[in-house]
């Protein structure tokens, strides 16, 4: 994706580039996200 | 929080507000706002040396600053972990209107949200955390950023239920609690039913961009953040759920499968009391190459009923600019005039007008010295002939369907099908989602701007930002008026029922149908018959006008039914060009390539 970009930087990602992003995405509940981000 | 890291986030944020925000004299103006200000005491509070701000608090305060300005097109995006992340619930809301009254029913539940017993489909959510719905969508609203009442609303309402958190912040409330009349025992009594906020976090990456015509494109028009939002709602709601009209309403013509799947997830012919019609939505706009658009939409409709058309773009946040606006000429026999787009004079914008690309704004500019003028001269994206280099290739009379959702390109794009006078457009809600303006996203600010100390593209954390540069007025008999913050009106609107909710928009499509009904039709066709004859077809069409390119060929009275017409070779040029008049009025035009 990134050598792509780097060819053609005027050209967004592709729908494919974009699921595949979507594809390896995870779920955690929000709680959970709040400990990744740190903030009390 | 950092403080240099934070100083050089104030730093751009006041300089580009300053000298190159478009909209920044008319936010000033409407909403009383003063964001500069407001960046210099943010400036001063992380500097205190007692009780320095917390990184939540700075970016707490950075996003109110910019969302305080209304504008969907202009923020601040928030760096990694949060520019990846959207929070959500597992199901969604609309509103609808019954009796008189707005309601607020479950549209669309995930296939893993926790089973309650009642709650499904059509369920009536009546509280939020114990807050009347109708108080706590107001509310929400107040914290987003959208422009006018209608455009509030609706933004209100969709992130009831999911938040790009590049661009809010986590809810405070980890889970909420929701009041609900049962789908299928409304006299019942009221249930509650409690639901954990989640994070999706997509796979980040440092080129982690939606618009496919990329951030870098000069000619972007769209709500990034909604953007993302849809894209996630798609994914974890499901790709293949179905949107069009069902045939059991509307008969079983199917929906032609597109090319482009999630720009035309639904076209198809509707049989409707008041006739046969076709149906097509465009779900965006945001693709990276117009002219594959425009193709796959000429395909589309010529495989479509002639007899008129319901042209859907609720929803759509808008994307490359090119593609609404030339699409303009398909539906229309008369030559389209675009928008006009205008930059803010500063010395930032005399500067980057010197570049090629921009240098017909660049006079009106650094003019701006003796006039005094606040905004540069008004001229269009493209040169005039490419908002009508294809033609019409649709001649039935065209409905065009809106909703507060619809933004930027879609704004430009519904403008233009009003200020053109096209047809009818038929709204949900009073307005459209009122984006005028095309917008930059930093990298390509960076890009222009060619100050790397000043203007570093590399921020923390894949921190961003988005600027609305080029403001937009109408033409027509809206000449010279914004878009921003006003929209578009319909010139009718349909009140979204229950049915229209639950039964993917059955009233609205027979609202819209019982429009095209009675607005007259016509058809205007060319055939090569011989070498130098054309077989012209006509119905409700009393002359036509022949032209070779822009040379006058010869006028015609006609009758229905169809004529011969004879070119002679010597006089051939690129392209045949026939005008249908009933009356005095142009209502149907076509093209042969002559070659």
């Known amino acids: 994706m990134q050598k792509q970009a780097a060819r053609d930087p005027n050209r967004g990602p592709s729908s494919k580039q974009i699921e595949q992003s979507f594809d390896k995405g995870t779920t955690v509940p929000l709680d959970s996200f709040r400990d990744i981000i740190d903030w009390s | 929080m950092a403080l240099p890291v934070g100083n050089k986030l104030i730093d751009i944020s006041i300089d580009l507000i300053e000298k190159l925000y478009v909209h920044l004299p008319l936010k000033r103006s409407m909403y009383a706002v003063n964001p500069i200000q407001r960046l210099r005491l943010l400036e001063r509070r992380l500097n205190a040396t007692l009780r320095p701000l917390t990184e939540r608090q700075f970016y707490n305060e950075m996003l109110s600053i910019f969302s305080?300005?209304?504008?969907?097109?202009?923020?601040?995006?928030?760096?990694?972990?949060?520019?990846?992340?959207?929070?959500?619930?597992?199901?969604?809301?609309?509103?609808?209107t019954e009796n008189g009254r707005r309601k607020y029913v479950v549209s669309e539940l995930m296939s893993e949200a926790p089973r309650h017993q009642g709650f499904d489909r059509g369920t009536e959510v009546t509280h939020w955390n114990g807050v009347a719905i109708a108080r706590a969508v107001a509310s929400n609203a107040e914290r987003e950023a959208g422009s006018n009442a209608a455009a509030r609303h609706a933004q209100g309402l969709a992130s009831m239920t999911i938040r790009w958190l590049g661009q809010s912040l986590p809810p405070d409330e980890d889970w909420i609690d929701v009041s609900f009349l049962p789908a299928s025992r409304r006299s019942s009594k009221p249930r509650v039913a409690r639901?954990?906020?989640r994070v999706f976090r997509q796979q980040s990456s440092a080129e982690h961009e939606v618009a496919r015509a990329s951030g870098r494109s000069v000619h972007l028009g769209m709500d990034t953040r909604g953007e993302v939002e849809r894209?996630?709602?798609?994914?974890?709601f499901g790709r293949h759920r179905r949107v069009g009209p069902a045939s059991r309403h509307f008969g079983r013509a199917g929906d032609l499968l597109s090319f482009m799947p999630e720009v035309f997830p639904s076209?198809?012919?509707?049989?409707?009391?008041?006739?046969?019609?076709?149906?097509?939505?465009?779900?965006?706009?945001?693709?990276?190459?117009d002219e594959a658009f425009l193709q796959e939409f000429i395909r589309i409709i010529g495989q479509l009923s002639q007899n008129g058309m319901i042209l859907d773009v609720r929803g759509n946040l808008g994307g490359l600019i090119h593609a609404g606006?030339?699409?303009?000429?398909?539906?229309?026999?008369?030559?389209?005039?675009p928008c006009r787009f205008?930059?803010?004079?500063?010395?930032?914008?005399?500067?980057?007008?010197?570049?090629?690309?921009?240098?017909?704004?660049?006079?009106?500019?650094?003019?701006?010295?003796?006039?005094?003028?606040?905004?540069?001269?008004?001229l269009t994206l493209l040169p005039a002939a490419r908002y009508n280099d294809i033609g019409q290739k649709y001649q039935g009379p065209v409905v065009l369907v809106t909703d507060a959702l619809c933004y930027s390109t879609t704004d430009i794009f519904a403008a233009g099908?009003?200020?053109?006078?096209?047809?009818?457009?038929?709204?949900?809600?009073e307005s459209t989602g009122a984006g005028g303006a095309n917008v930059w996203e930093y990298p390509l600010i960076c890009d222009l701007l060619r100050r790397p100390g000043q203007f570093p593209k590399d921020l923390p954390g894949s921190a961003s930002f988005r600027f609305a540069v080029r403001r937009v007025t109408r033409i027509g008999r809206a000449s010279g008026l914004p878009l921003e913050?006003?929209?578009?009106?319909?010139?009718?609107?349909?009140?979204?029922?229950?049915?229209?909710?639950?039964?993917?928009?059955?009233?609205?499509?027979?609202?819209?149908?019982?429009?095209?009904?009675p607005m007259p039709k016509q058809r205007l066709t060319a055939t090569r018959s011989g070498p130098s004859t054309f077989a012209v077809e006509c119905t409700n069409i009393d002359r036509v006008d022949a032209y070779i390119g822009d040379r006058p060929l010869t006028s015609i009275n006609v009758q229905p039914g169809h004529i011969d017409l004879r070119v002679r070779s010597r006089r051939a040029g690129k392209a045949l060009c026939l005008q249908g008049f009933r009356g005095e009025d142009l209502v149907a035009a076509t093209r042969v390539p002559l070659r």
């Not at chain 2, 305080?68 to 949060?82: I, N, Y």
């Not at chain 2, 500019?365 to 003796?370: F, G, H, L, R, S």
């Not at chain 2, 099908?417 to 809600?429: A, R």
Request: aromatic share 10%; charged share 25%; proline share 4%.
């Open chain 2, 342 to 378: 205008h930059f803010v004079n500063s010395t930032r914008t005399e500067k980057i007008t010197q570049r090629r690309a921009f240098r017909a704004w660049h006079e009106s500019i650094a003019q701006a010295v003796e006039t005094g003028a606040e905004y540069s001269q008004g």
């Open chain 2, 68 to 96: 305080q300005m209304r504008d969907l097109h202009t923020a601040f995006v928030l760096p990694e972990p949060f520019r990846s992340a959207t929070a959500y619930l597992p199901f969604r809301l609309e509103a609808c």
């Open chain 2, 325 to 337: 606006e030339r699409l303009l000429q398909l539906l229309t026999p008369r030559p389209i005039d």
């Open chain 2, 267 to 289: 076209c198809r012919d509707v049989q409707t009391p008041h006739g046969r019609f076709a149906y097509v939505r465009i779900a965006t706009f945001n693709v990276g190459d």
């Open chain 2, 485 to 517: 913050d006003f929209g578009v009106q319909p010139d009718e609107v349909h009140e979204f029922t229950r049915n229209d909710v639950l039964k993917r928009n059955v009233d609205l499509i027979h609202h819209a149908a019982a429009l095209l009904g």
């Open chain 2, 417 to 429: 099908f009003q200020d053109n006078q096209i047809g009818k457009v038929l709204g949900v809600d």
């Open chain 2, 195 to 197: 639901f954990v906020w």
């Open chain 2, 231 to 236: 894209q996630v709602r798609q994914f974890l």
